[in-house]
């Protein structure tokens, strides 16, 4: 069966620019989350989805950061006015119970 | 204030020997933990998990040990091969929550 995925792969932006990233989850899971890893960095926690509750926020970094997820399903997670310290790979990962999360390749973000 | 600490940021070891890599925890109120390996440019893969009512884990050459008096978590992988080189996270569950180590990277050599 699929797995996550991720587009895009790469996004090489301008600063001052939005991007929009996307995430097809695994088809069933309820739980999506967005986490981001810089350079030498580990995991950082962004936002998390579970069906159809409001999703928690505690970990996008500022306004400029949002997300959302349609028909609990397909998650886009959009970054306005980009800065050069947004440059990272930002994953995906769904779960169908509260503990195994799978994760798609990833989307490297790079803001010059 | 990080609740989940790998201290160490890499690791090299011989092929065949033991590969111990470490992690340590502060809330005492997680439930789970997990070990993800990631290789670059891909998604980290789920590895191994324990839960917090049991002390170890084993799978194949892969067991996790954990210690819950000293909030500390291990996986030892033996014997190791080199294409067991890539960056490990430990990750301790609380409320559908992962939160994540900042990963240590193991290079097995040949």
């Known amino acids: 069966g699929a797995g996550v995925s991720q587009s895009p792969s790469n996004k090489v932006t301008e600063k001052g620019k939005d991007v929009e990233l996307r995430c097809d989850p695994i088809s069933g899971h309820t739980a999506l989350y967005w986490y981001r890893q810089s350079l030498g960095q580990g995991l950082e926690f962004l936002i998390y989805?579970?069906?159809?509750?409001?999703?928690?926020k505690s970990g996008l970094p500022s306004d400029r950061f949002s997300a959302e997820r349609t028909g609990g399903s397909v998650s886009t997670l959009t970054i306005q006015r980009t800065q050069q310290e947004d440059s990272a790979v930002y994953l995906c990962a769904s779960s169908f119970d509260a503990y195994e999360q799978y994760f798609g390749p990833g989307t490297r973000l790079t803001v010059t | 204030d990080q609740q989940v600490k790998q201290n160490s940021p890499s690791l090299s070891v011989q092929e065949g020997r033991i590969s111990i890599l470490n992690c340590d925890y502060t809330?005492?109120?997680?439930?789970?933990f997990l070990w993800y390996k990631k290789y670059p440019a891909e998604g980290p893969t789920f590895l191994i998990s324990i839960s917090s009512i049991k002390d170890k884990n084993e799978d194949g050459r892969f067991t996790v040990f954990l210690n819950k008096s000293a909030k500390h978590l291990s996986l030892h992988i033996v014997p190791s091969q080199p294409g067991d080189s890539a960056v490990y996270f430990c990750?301790?569950?609380?409320?559908?929550?992962?939160?994540f180590g900042g990963g240590t990277r193991l290079m097995v050599k040949p």
């Open positions: 990750a301790a569950s609380l409320d559908n929550m992962l939160t």
């Open positions: 989805f579970q069906g159809n509750s409001a999703p928690d």
């Open positions: 809330n005492s109120m997680f439930d789970y």
